[in-house]
């Protein structure tokens, strides 16, 4: 309903932005208000809906935005961070509400800048969006050519990364549901095996440690029998004080980020479709932009000389 509103309020002060000399005080079939614009300006037909499309495409990538950081505040509130705003740095590891936060703040940002700049002709608004888009795009590009050159170098840094989250695992609930995820979606363990669990206080096999799970790992390694149906959380308990070849029984025993690498191998053609349609689409909404900011300007070119 705000959104509809909104939209009626753009129409109504984008018709009373034109030139009240140009365009009789009345009103008019859009068929008849294109040929007035093609007759007055010298525009062509598309300038008049290229807003139009513009606020239709944006107003999904602004209600996007608003869900996702409207998803991470709640979230927040829930873990009580936003009454302790100090609490945020608290985590040693990830916090995956940052994801839904920064993409959230980023899709309404270029949602609000397109839907604004397009239906108020505003060409600032639509250069920013153009440039902001651009910039994500020369990064996203930046960030693939780096991963294709420097393998050794990704693989070690995100060995480090999934090192560090298991020692936070226990620190926060969304943490610990993301690593649970990934290691039951990739039938892993531990970022290169099962012994990576010994950096948590928890789960290490250090004979002054006094948890229940010491040299265990949590059930999302375990492996899976399908004649259950409720999940054992506790089938990974003393599991690592067993021989190598014993775990194999009740474990995965291999580490995600090779697992990971598999499944890039497996597949290569799915995720490079995603990548290469994600980048058409940053082209074509830049190219949009960037038309509509010509043909503004075209037509105020026109109006100063006619």
């Given amino acids: 309903m705000l959104d509809g509103l909104f939209y009626l309020g753009c129409l109504q002060l984008s018709w009373l932005s034109l030139p009240s000399t ?4 009345k009103w008019y079939p859009v068929d008849q208000i294109h ?6 300006y010298g525009a062509s037909k598309h300038t008049v809906n290229e807003p139009y499309l513009d606020y239709v495409i944006h107003s ?26 100090s609490s945020i740095t608290d985590l040693g590891g990830f916090d995956p509400v940052w994801l839904f936060l920064v993409t959230g703040g980023v899709m309404f940002i270029l949602g609000f800048a397109g839907c604004i700049g397009a239906l108020r002709e505003n060409t600032f608004l639509l250069k920013f969006f153009s440039v902001f888009l651009g910039i994500i795009f020369f990064l996203e590009l ?20 999934i090192n560090n989250n298991i020692r936070a695992y226990r620190d926060d609930i969304d943490l610990q549901n993301l690593i649970d995820f990934t290691q039951e979606y990739w039938d892993c363990c531990g970022a290169f095996g099962p012994d990576d669990w010994n950096l948590n206080i928890y789960f290490n096999c250090t004979d002054t440690n006094p948890s229940r799970e010491k040299c265990g790992v949590p059930f999302s390694c375990c492996t899976k029998d399908p004649a259950e149906d409720v999940i054992n959380t506790q089938c990974g308990y003393d599991v690592r004080a067993k021989t190598d070849v014993e775990q194999k029984t009740y474990i995965h025993v291999k ?13 290569l053609t799915l995720v490079a479709g995603i990548f290469i349609g994600v980048a058409l689409l940053q082209i074509f909404g830049i190219c949009l932009a960037q038309n509509l900011v010509s043909d503004i300007e075209a037509v105020r070119a026109s109006c100063l000389f006619t």
Avoid: H, Y
């Fill in 22 to 25: 140009r365009l009789p005080s």
């Fill in 35 to 40: 040929f007035l614009f093609s007759q007055e």
């Fill in 60 to 85: 999904v990538d602004k209600l996007l935005g608003v869900a996702f950081l409207g998803i991470g505040l709640w979230a927040w509130n829930e873990k009580g961070v936003l009454s302790n705003i």
């Fill in 142 to 161: 930046t960030a693939g050519v780096l991963a294709f050159t420097f393998k050794d170098w990704i693989k070690d840094q995100l060995n480090f990364f």
């Fill in 255 to 267: 580490g995600c980020v090779p697992q990971f690498e598999k499944w890039l191998q497996d597949n």
